[in-house]
């Protein structure tokens, strides 16, 4: 059984949780993408694998985050929490910096 990904919590970053946001509605709509919260599982909501890896790789350029495997997909990014501890832990540009 795979489990979420659980690093830094994710209030430490509210920079990057606003980039996951805003990155996620581009594929989910700006009004899903505001509205759920953190610990929401993105399955329960409808958002399949598809909407993730093209957000994800958004996310993996805007932060400087090597590739995640497709395996490990759903243990790092199954809801905003999860994928924002994930970036706030892994992430060499963290919004609002140049490279």
Same mark, same amino acid.
């Given at each position: 059984?795979?489990?979420?990904? *659980? @690093? ?5 970053? !509210?920079?990057?949780? %606003?980039?996951? #946001? ?10 899903? /993408? @505001? /509205?759920?919260?953190?610990? *929401?599982?993105?399955?329960?909501? @409808? ?9 994800? /790789?958004? =996310? ?16 790092? /990014? ?8 994930? =970036?706030? %832990?892994?992430?060499?540009?963290? !919004?609002?910096?140049? #490279?």
């Amino acid at each position: 059984m795979s489990h979420a990904y *659980e @690093g830094r919590p994710h209030t430490a970053a !509210p920079g990057i949780e %606003e980039l996951v #946001r805003r990155t996620l509605a581009e594929r989910v709509g700006a009004e899903l /993408a @505001g /509205a759920i919260s953190a610990e *929401e599982k993105f399955s329960d909501l @409808g958002i399949d694998s598809l909407d993730l890896v093209v957000t994800l /790789a958004t =996310l993996e350029r805007e932060c400087g985050v090597q590739r995640i495997a497709d395996g490990e997909l759903w243990d790092i /990014a199954d809801s905003v929490g999860s994928l924002t501890a994930y =970036l706030a %832990e892994h992430a060499t540009v963290l !919004p609002g910096e140049t #490279r």
